[in-house]
């Protein structure tokens, strides 16, 4: 079964030469002021809002991770429409994207539901959290492939220990998926999500619980728990707010983009 495009048009363009532009567009912006690191990772941090708004800063991570050469993800996010215990498991055999369809990757599936007794709850993977990473994937990735899960209610140590078995492996990459606060004031919501990007880039669980607000803070901590026992040193890529395209900063979203190396 093929996992269908349930935000294409409102999150991202529905055509391939539009979500080209934007790509484009974003990386010819990035390069006027800064320099792309010159590094291998295979984990990253990246937001999930209407490309409009959050794709500058997944756009980088992506160019990033595209220089690590490795070709399977693990694409992690949190559920926004449907509430239950656990992670589901996508067990479909392709992505759809504009740019066309990313096979999953179906041995990585199996080892992992054989691993975690982990099953496919359906309902759950209609999810933009997951699903607006498909295209950067698709075109920044040749041969890619990926696996989905999708998590709502679960203790961040328990998906921790997925992360560090995909960490295990090495043609494997990790992708965390997460916005941070919601509809503040733009002074407050600097002031919020810095406790986030500060734990962060400080791997500190405990400043995370002191305030930020982060969507999917349970993928972020687990992610924080797994590189704490890698030795992987995160790197600030990118922060922004819905401000910076739309100009309103009355009621704001926070981005991050974060890259993890050895």
Partial sequence: MKREMSVVGSFYPARAVELERYFEHFSTTYDEENILPDIKSRVVIVPHAGYIYSGYSANVAYRVLKKSGVKKFLVIGPSH?????GISLGDFSSYETPFGAIPASLDLV??????????CYRDTHFEHSTEVQF????YYIEGASVVELVYSYMK???LSKIIDFALNHKDVG???STDLSHFHTQEEALRVDNICVSAIEN?????LHSGCEACGIIGVEAMLLSAKKATLVPHLLDYRTSADASGDESRVVGYVSVYFAE
């Avoid at 429409?81 to 215990?85: D, K, Q, T």
């Avoid at 199996?110 to 099953?119: A, G, K, M, Q, R």
């Avoid at 295209?135 to 698709?138: E, L, R, S, T, V």
């Fill in 174 to 176: 990790i992708i965390i």
């Fill in 110 to 119: 199996e080892e992992l539901s054989n691993t975690f007794l982990l099953s």
């Fill in 203 to 207: 791997l500190d669980i405990e400043k």
């Fill in 156 to 158: 961040p140590s328990n």
């Fill in 81 to 85: 429409r449907v509430g239950f215990e």
């Fill in 135 to 138: 295209p950067f994937i698709k």
